[in-house]
Structures are given as structure tokens and as C-alpha cells.
């Protein structure tokens, strides 16, 4: 498993000493984390979102009574009540968007095709991909979200997030404001959800990656908040360079603990994308689980918090080669990553400077 760190400032008597954030999957309670089940064919709606039928040592006498998730809440309260001053629990709701016209496109052109040529471009003559919004697919994968989650409120009774995270990528603000409306929430924790840079999909050339700017977004979901400090315009996508994978889990790693000292609730709701949800995954030591468009799974997640500090820094990204016009084959595999351009046309990669992640 990758297990990442990176410094945090201890807070009061201790300041000049350092530590970071460890975190853990704690396994034995969803299918998810299970070896057996398969990515693939799994559905988050037919097996309450995964949780594992059993008893639990924490179940009160009155528990023939209560819904799996009642009981599972009461596990996650002991959890909570006796872990040590350094140790927090949460449960985190990671949902990935519904159906957008990139994975459309991706689908239509095949996928060396689309990585090498037509991912650089805005969109094709009738659809656009450029921070691309959801296809009707995509609509109803995240209305499928919407009622499952409401069936689970009212048969389960299950533990609502008390705070909302997205990306702020069009398709992931779209598909929160679906699965999320209506929705019988209490008072106290309504759906606003703030919008956090870091959340966004793993910065590659295409343009799905690039976000729109704040005020469009604003326009657009108006009852969204802004983290502190969200900048008016994308500064992190170039659209010459690429995030590598290592890039990426320190983007999360970062995320995750600003989450973590920031946020005091148990019960959260992130919305992001397959690739950022992956790197979270790994970030957490939970084993890799491939999330279909619209598929929402929970991981309880233990967090540590560690003296010491890590050697672990901001990673260089990497140009990635792309036609000018489009490529004569799709091949999964080879050279330049299955970019085949013309032979008027060598594959363009481009030499840079590392580009680090500013946060
Ligand atoms: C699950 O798979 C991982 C990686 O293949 C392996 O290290 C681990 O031992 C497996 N766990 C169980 C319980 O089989
Ligand atoms: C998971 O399911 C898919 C689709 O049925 C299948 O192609 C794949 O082989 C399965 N994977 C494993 C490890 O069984
Ligand atoms: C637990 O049992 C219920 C029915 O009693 C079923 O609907 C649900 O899918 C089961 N959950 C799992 C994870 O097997
Ligand atoms: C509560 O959690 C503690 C620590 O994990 C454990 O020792 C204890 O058995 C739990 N209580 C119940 C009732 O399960
Ligand atoms: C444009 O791409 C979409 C997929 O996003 C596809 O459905 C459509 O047919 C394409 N249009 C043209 C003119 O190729
Ligand atoms: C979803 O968006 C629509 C259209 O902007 C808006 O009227 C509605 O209040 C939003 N719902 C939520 C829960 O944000
Ligand atoms: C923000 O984005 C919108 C939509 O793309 C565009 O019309 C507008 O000019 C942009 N505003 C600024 C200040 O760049």
C-alpha cells in the first residue's frame, strides 16, 4: 500500500516539533474492503452501499430493533469515544460523478484515440468536453444516487454526511446538486456544500480537467461556499504537463489532512472523480476499488496522528505526447502510450520545467 505523509505543524505547548497525519481503511465492515468483491460488478444500491449484515459487540439489547446502520453509527460512536487524543474516526461517502461528455467521448473514440488527440481539444462538432457537464446518463445515474439515498434515510435510518465536500469541475457540482436535493436532511446539516480545489480529477492536458472560473461557478450554484482562498481562476491545470500518480496522492494527502484538522464531524460526503477517488483510496490504504460513473461507496477511515516528519514532497508532473491530428490507430498499449500519430505527424511531448502543485 502507498502510504504517504507529510508534515503538519503540531498546534500549543509542542510547536517546534513536527508530525503528520497517518491514515488507515478500517476493514471488517464494508464489502468494499473485501478481496472478493469485484469492482466491476459491484452496485452500491443492491447491498446498502456495502455494509456487511453481522452483529456487533456494541449492539444494545434493544438491537433486533434497530437498522444495520443504526448499529453500525453505534459502532463508530465507541470508535470515537474511546480512540486517543491523536486518533479520529470518519466515514467518508466518496461518490463519483454521473456520466459526463468526456467519459461519452472516451467511449466514442476509443481510449489511446481520445488520450493522444481528441481529450486536448474543447469538444467535437456536437458535444463539448471542456469542464464537461453531464450527459441524460449521467442525469439519472446521479437520480439514482438521489433516491437511494432517500430510501436509505427512511428504511436504514442511516447517518447522514453532516458535511459536504465537491470537486469544483462542473460534472461533480452537477451531480452533488442532483443527489443531494430533496432530500429529508436535518436541519442543522443542509446540503451546502463547499467547493475545495483539491478535490478535482487528476490534472492531465485534456480539457475536462480545467475548471471553469469562480464566478461562472458561483452563477451556476449559487448556495455553494468556496473554501478560503479558492482562486478566481484555474491556476493548476496547463494543459502542457500532467499530474503524475505520486503528484496526485500528495495533492490528496494535503486534502485529506486539511480536511481532517479542520473539520471536527464524523459523517462526511465527498464528490469527486475516478482517479482523484483512487488516489484517495491508495492515500488511505484501502485497496484499489474502480467506481463506475454515479457509483457512491463509504470507507471508514482511521487517522493518526505521528511525531516525526516525512522526507515526502510536492511531485515533478510530466508532459504526456499527443497528436496534432488525429491518430491513424488506437492501440491500448506501446510507445507513447499507445499514441499513434501519422507519419506527417510525430507525437509532440514537450520538455518543461517540473511544475509543483501549489496549495
Ligand atoms: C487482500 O489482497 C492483498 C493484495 O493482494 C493481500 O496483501 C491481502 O493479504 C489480502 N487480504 C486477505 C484478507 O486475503
Ligand atoms: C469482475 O467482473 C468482471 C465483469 O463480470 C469480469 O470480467 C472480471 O473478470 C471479474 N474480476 C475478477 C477478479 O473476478
Ligand atoms: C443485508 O440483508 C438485506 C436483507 O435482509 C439485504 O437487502 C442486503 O443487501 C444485505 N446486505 C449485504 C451487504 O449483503
Ligand atoms: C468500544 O470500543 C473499545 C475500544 O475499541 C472496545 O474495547 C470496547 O469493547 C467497545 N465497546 C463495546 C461495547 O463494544
Ligand atoms: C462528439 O462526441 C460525442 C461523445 O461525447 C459523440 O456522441 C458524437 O457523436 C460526436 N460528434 C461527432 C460529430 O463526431
Ligand atoms: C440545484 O440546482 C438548482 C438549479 O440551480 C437549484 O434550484 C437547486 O436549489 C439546487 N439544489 C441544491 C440542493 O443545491
Ligand atoms: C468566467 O467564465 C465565463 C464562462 O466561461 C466567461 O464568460 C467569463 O468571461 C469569465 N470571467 C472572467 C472574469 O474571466
Redesign the pocket.
Known amino acids: 500500500m502507498v502510504r504517504l505523509s507529510l508534515p503538519l505543524l503540531l498546534t500549543g505547548a509542542a510547536s517546534t516539533a513536527s508530525a503528520y497525519m497517518q491514515y488507515y481503511t478500517v476493514t471488517g465492515y464494508f464489502l468494499q474492503d473485501v478481496n472478493s468483491t469485484n469492482a466491476t460488478t459491484f452496485d452500491y444500491t443492491a447491498t446498502n452501499f456495502g455494509l456487511i449484515n453481522q452483529s456487533y ?2 449492539d444494545s439489547s434493544n438491537a433486533a430493533s434497530l437498522t444495520q446502520w443504526q448499529r453500525f453509527a453505534a459502532v463508530v460512536a ?2 470515537t469515544k ?1 480512540a486517543p487524543s491523536n486518533v479520529q474516526y470518519k466515514l467518508l461517502f466518496l461518490g463519483r460523478h454521473g456520466e459526463g461528455w468526456h467519459n461519452a467521448a472516451e467511449s466514442y473514440y476509443g481510449t489511446p484515440a481520445w488520450n493522444c488527440y481528441w481529450s486536448l481539444l474543447d469538444g467535437n462538432a456536437t458535444a463539448t468536453w471542456n469542464d464537461a457537464h453531464l450527459t441524460d446518463n449521467g442525469i439519472n445515474q446521479a437520480l439514482k444516487a438521489n433516491h437511494f439515498w432517500l430510501s436509505r434515510i427512511q428504511q436504514e435510518k442511516i447517518p447522514t454526511p453532516q458535511k459536504y465536500y465537491t470537486s469544483p469541475l462542473y460534472r461533480c457540482l452537477s451531480t452533488a446538486n442532483l443527489t443531494f436535493s430533496g432530500l429529508p436532511l436535518p436541519a442543522n446539516e443542509p446540503f451546502v456544500p463547499t467547493i475545495k480545489a483539491l478535490l478535482r480529477e487528476g490534472i492531465s492536458e485534456h480539457t475536462c480537467d480545467r475548471r471553469s472560473n469562480k464566478t461562472y461557478i458561483h452563477s451556476q450554484f449559487p448556495t455553494y461556499k468556496f473554501e478560503p482562498g479558492f482562486p478566481e481562476n484555474d491556476q493548476l491545470w496547463t494543459g502542457i504537463t500532467a499530474e503524475t500518480n505520486a503528484a496526485e496522492d500528495y495533492r490528496s494527502q494535503t486534502l485529506l489532512d486539511n480536511i481532517f484538522s479542520t473539520d471536527k464531524s464524523t459523517y462526511l460526503s465527498f464528490t469527486s472523480h475516478s482517479g482523484e477517488i483512487a488516489s484517495i483510496l491508495r492515500v488511505l490504504g484501502h485497496r484499489t476499488f474502480s467506481l463506475s460513473t454515479g457509483a457512491v461507496i463509504p470507507v471508514l477511515v482511521k487517522a493518526e496522528k505521528m511525531m516525526g516528519t516525512s522526507t515526502i514532497t510536492s511531485q515533478a508532473w510530466t508532459p504526456s505526447p499527443h497528436c496534432t491530428v488525429p491518430p491513424v490507430t488506437s492501440i491500448s498499449s506501446g510507445a507513447n502510450g499507445g499514441c499513434v500519430c501519422p507519419n506527417s505527424a510525430a507525437p509532440v511531448t514537450v520538455t518543461l520545467p517540473p511544475f509543483a502543485v501549489s496549495t
Do not use: A, E, Q, R
Request: charged share 0%; no cysteine; net charge neutral.
Open positions: 459487540p456494541t465507541n470508535l474511546t
